[in-house]
């Protein structure tokens, strides 16, 4: 059996236009919004009920590492810990962003697997084919500009994924892994 | 696919955290009600001492040390060899993994004093799959392997993909684990969204006041039913998955996307919420999930059974574990399982009224055949494992 990649959409950081963005959005971070771009390109061939009971896989390296950064910076320049940076900080908190703006009620997974990103990604997709008829799948990592050099030292295999979001929908088959 | 190769073993479980360096300690305590929350901090941190018993690992982090002497533990009570660690699946859930080496050095304030290369090694230990890469070094594991971020679900999440990857054949057997330290992100950030307590939580009382953030690891050894004949401890029996699609940190009032995965786990299972011996619920003490996931164990029922639903809560011992909390707390679970005794909820003496499952407040002897973990998380992730145990297979 074979898959069935019903589509693909990315977006580079340098492409999105957060100056004009929806004010429902105000509090998303840049992940979130380039997330949420691909995802709803690449849903928008499926039915509402095929969105609801979509699966997601949320796959990303270093999450939301601009929020983390600016809450630890806050709060240690001023002891003052800002809730909207925390809950924005987490790995999780795209998928969940996702969730909400698509309607996504399905089995729901952020994954962060290092090296293993790639393979990752695509083992739990096949296997949340199990449980649904559709899997998306969206890959992002936007990252400050002033940390980049230090990832691509660290992992120059990321050189074609920081400062994009990537989505893909499969439809139940089997995933070539 | 029969109902039987549906259920997967577990052969080997432990764990470590404030309430005990293993798991027979920490059921203990949570037997006895001999909680390790620090009262005026609210925070259950592994003690100084244990945090020093735990050997030197290939990284000098927290998050490493202690997942290291977990899966020691963890692979000798399943009785694996290095022979069983070729062609393992490996999946770890963190949702923050080694925070401790980067936390304060890359926030801009300090990264100018840094060389260029001291910024790039602390963020190699930002990537919250490094922890898995260097067990995987250390302990010689190869076979597919993934890291599970989805916040308070992580290892439940973790729990039921190995579940799925052994059900598939992708692998015949997996290592799942979940490591969670305290920093300053999680415990200020926390605070900052007035969930934390500064006294011991109570779970289900009607004067709640918030949660307890603790530390811990567990890992769970699974294997596929014709792998090897080693007993099981318990067996995977059912899973479910869902997103509420409600609200960033704030659960679904009526629960209706924990009761989603619920329902999802007893299909899979193929029983009944009656059949449920124990709930041991996500219960953190927070207004809100409380309340939502009590409604969601309600509406399981149609009828007025729900008022015999045996339900606890054991955060109040441990404190709520974050990522770690759903592997903790099925390494309790496995124990119950064996002994047929319910861990209770501690400290709470009012049950809120609008709560109206059995909450159980003392240990109770009980015949265990199927106990329903729930685990709920930021971004309305839900997850749910049904365990069954191992007598009846």
């Given at each position: 059996m074979n898959d069935f990649l019903n589509s693909f959409h990315q977006i580079n950081e340098k492409e999105l236009d957060l100056e004009s963005a929806d004010p429902a959005f105000r509090k998303a971070t840049t992940n979130m919004m380039a997330a949420y771009l691909v995802c709803k390109k690449a849903t928008a061939h499926l039915s509402p009920d095929e969105i609801k009971n979509l699966s997601l896989v949320v796959s990303t390296q270093f999450g939301e590492v601009s929020s983390s950064l600016d809450f630890l910076t806050t709060f240690y320049e001023t002891q003052i810990a800002k809730p909207i940076l925390f809950q924005n900080s987490l790995h999780n908190s795209t998928l969940g962003f996702l969730a909400i703006q698509l309607g996504i009620q399905g089995p729901a997974l952020t994954l962060s697997s290092d090296v293993h990103g790639l393979q990752a990604t695509k083992q739990t997709a096949k296997s949340l084919l199990d449980l649904s008829e559709n899997v998306l799948i969206c890959f992002?990592?936007?990252?400050?500009?002033?940390?980049?050099?230090?990832?691509?030292?660290?992992y120059p295999e990321l050189k074609e994924h920081l400062g994009w979001a990537r989505a893909k929908v499969f439809t139940k088959g089997a995933l070539n892994v | 696919m029969t109902r039987q190769k549906n259920e997967v073993k577990i052969v080997g479980s432990e764990a470590i955290c404030s309430s005990g360096v293993d798991k027979n300690q920490i059921f203990e305590s949570c037997l006895s009600g001999n909680s390790a929350v620090q009262i005026a901090t609210g925070l259950a941190p592994i003690s100084e001492k244990n945090w020093q018993s735990f050997h030197q690992t290939l990284s000098p982090s927290r998050c490493s040390l202690v997942s290291s002497a977990c899966l020691t533990k963890a692979l000798a009570d399943a009785d694996?060899?290095?022979?069983?660690?070729?062609?393992c699946g490996f999946i770890f859930a963190t949702t923050t993994s080694q925070i401790d080496q980067w936390q304060h050095s890359l926030p801009v304030i300090y990264m100018k004093d840094l060389t260029f290369e001291e910024v790039a090694n602390a963020t190699r230990y930002q990537s919250l799959g490094s922890t898995l890469v260097q067990l995987q070094k250390e302990f010689k594991i190869t076979g597919p392997s993934s890291v599970v971020a989805s916040s308070c679900s992580a290892s439940?999440?973790?729990?039921?993909?190995?579940?799925?990857w052994l059900r598939t054949g992708l692998v015949k057997k997996c290592?799942?684990?979940?490591?969670?330290?305290?920093?300053?992100?999680?415990v200020n950030g926390f605070n900052s969204m007035r969930l934390l307590?500064?006294?011991?939580?109570?779970?289900?009382?009607?004067?709640?006041?918030?949660i307890n953030l603790g530390e811990a690891s567990a890992f769970l050894c699974l294997e596929a039913q014709d792998y090897s004949l080693r007993k099981a401890q318990a067996l995977v029996a059912g899973l479910g998955l869902s997103t509420d699609a409600f609200h960033p940190t704030a659960p679904e009032p009526n629960g209706a996307g924990s009761l989603k995965a619920m329902r999802m786990a007893l299909h899979d299972a193929h029983i009944q919420a009656e059949q449920i011996d124990w709930f041991h619920a996500h219960g953190t003490g927070s207004a809100a999930n409380d309340l939502a996931e009590s409604k969601a164990i309600t509406s399981l029922f149609s009828s007025n059974a729900f008022s015999k639903a045996s339900t606890s809560s054991t955060k109040s011992i441990h404190g709520h574990t974050l990522g770690a909390c759903g592997a903790l707390e099925t390494v309790l679970a496995i124990l119950s399982l064996q002994r047929n005794l319910i861990l209770p909820t501690y400290n709470t003496s009012e049950i809120d009224p609008a709560i109206t499952l059995d909450i159980v407040l003392k240990p109770r002897e009980k015949n265990l055949n199927y106990i329903l973990k729930n685990s709920l998380g930021f971004g309305g992730i839900n997850a749910t494992t049904v365990l069954k145990n191992s007598s009846l297979h």
């Open positions: 992002v990592d936007i990252v400050p500009d002033f940390l980049k050099p230090h990832y691509l030292a660290a | 694996w060899s290095e022979a069983d660690l070729q062609d439940l999440q973790a729990i039921n993909l190995a579940t799925l290592i799942v684990g979940s490591t969670e330290i305290l920093s300053d992100l999680t307590t500064k006294g011991v939580c109570k779970p289900f009382d009607k004067t709640r006041a918030g």
